[in-house]
């Protein structure tokens, strides 16, 4: 056996195909199962699954028991509360050391815990506040947390907390006052998240180890592309109505952008379906909104024979996708054999 054929990257996939070809029998297919996926990943994988499932179980009784109790408890007894469960989890993180899963947990349940503080405060104090300015402060309070922690699921868990506030602003202060249309604020999104999802290739890149998963690249990249979307489609689907369509055509712009970028970085530079499959979608979302705006206007008043032709467009191109992102993911595959 060649060298480079002893020092290449074995995955669950390999004796699988050795076994399709008759090279492997189902004694050694087992045992080298077992090998790579050992009975400790498993229970690993358990352990942590119902770390987070427990955390949170266990916040959201939290909050459901002030919502019970809420008249039959004074003001200080909510806050002592509250305070000590977010002290608690601060004192035992350190305890634990930052760099262990459960203390990371406890460290993303104080970020939660802060937010609840922050809701009863304003609850109990009548601030008179907008809801946005909850979601700013809480992100504001806990970004040190969040700096430190080196954990993907509480980084993640900070931009939900950007986004809604972010969109409870349009929806509170900037459409009502300020008239900012919606396309705005999806294109504000996308920023937000295109920047996430840069730093987190960026980190990725330099070896760090809490962001090698693929789920948050995934993640990141479907809330870009779905914010993107949106002016895209209102684009095509308002194409003739005087509206001001600025926002939408910037958006338009940017889709387009983020499209041929992201299909550029994830087939080429950092070859991987999940991203190029999310990136498919959004295209055949686009053309089916795009060859639907002109079927219905070329052929206006046959409209129930156009929804049947339009069943096989969908049909024509999602096939067209599913070929495609097969051929890929074969070509990937090669690839990462030969390497």
């Known amino acids: 056996m060649s060298e480079m054929q002893t020092n290449k990257k074995a995955d669950y996939r390999f004796p699988r195909d050795l076994r399709a070809k008759g090279l492997l029998s189902d004694e050694a297919f087992l045992a080298a199962q077992r090998m790579l996926r050992p009975a400790s990943e498993w229970f690993s994988w358990a352990q942590n699954a119902l770390l987070f499932l427990g955390s949170a179980l266990v916040l959201t009784g939290i909050i459901f028991f002030f919502a ?15 305070e000590a469960g977010i002290l608690v989890c601060v004192i035992s993180m350190f305890v634990l050391k ?16 802060t937010g609840i503080l922050l809701a009863v405060f304003g609850q109990t104090y009548q601030t008179g506040a907008d809801a946005y300015e909850l979601f700013v402060s809480w992100a504001i309070v806990i970004l040190p947390w969040v700096i430190v922690s080196r954990f993907a699921a509480l980084w993640i868990g900070w931009l939900i907390i950007v986004n809604t506030g972010a969109t409870l602003y349009w929806i509170q202060v900037a459409e ?7 396309d705005l604020l999806c294109v504000l999104l996308a920023g937000i998240n295109c920047a996430a ?15 090698q998963h693929r789920w948050h690249r995934g993640l990141l990249l479907a809330a870009v592309l779905i914010a993107l ?11 003739g109505v005087a509206t001001d369509g600025t926002a939408a055509l910037l958006g338009s712009v940017l889709w387009v ?24 979608m959004a295209a055949c ?16 008043g046959l409209e129930e024979w156009l929804f049947l032709f339009m ?29």
């Open 68 to 82: 019970y109790n809420w008249k039959s408890m004074g003001p200080f007894l909510k806050f002592i509360l509250l």
């Open 98 to 113: 930052l760099k262990s899963v459960v203390a990371k947990v406890l460290l993303l349940s104080a970020s939660i815990l």
């Open 176 to 182: 009502p006052v300020h008239d900012t249309s919606f």
């Open 197 to 211: 999802l840069v730093l987190r290739e960026f980190g990725a890149n330099r070896s760090l180890a809490w962001l």
């Open 229 to 239: 979307c949106i002016p895209t489609v209102k684009l095509i689907t308002e194409m």
């Open 257 to 280: 952008v983020a499209i041929v970028g992201g299909y550029i970085c994830y087939r080429h530079r950092l070859p991987d379906m999940l991203p190029l499959a999310l990136i498919v």
């Open 285 to 300: 979302l686009v053309v089916l909104v795009l060859i639907g705006r002109i079927v219905f206007e070329v052929a206006s």
């Open 311 to 339: 069943g096989f467009i969908i049909i024509g191109v999602i096939s067209c996708a599913a070929v495609w992102l097969r051929r890929t993911a074969a070509a990937i595959a090669r690839g990462n054999a030969d390497d």
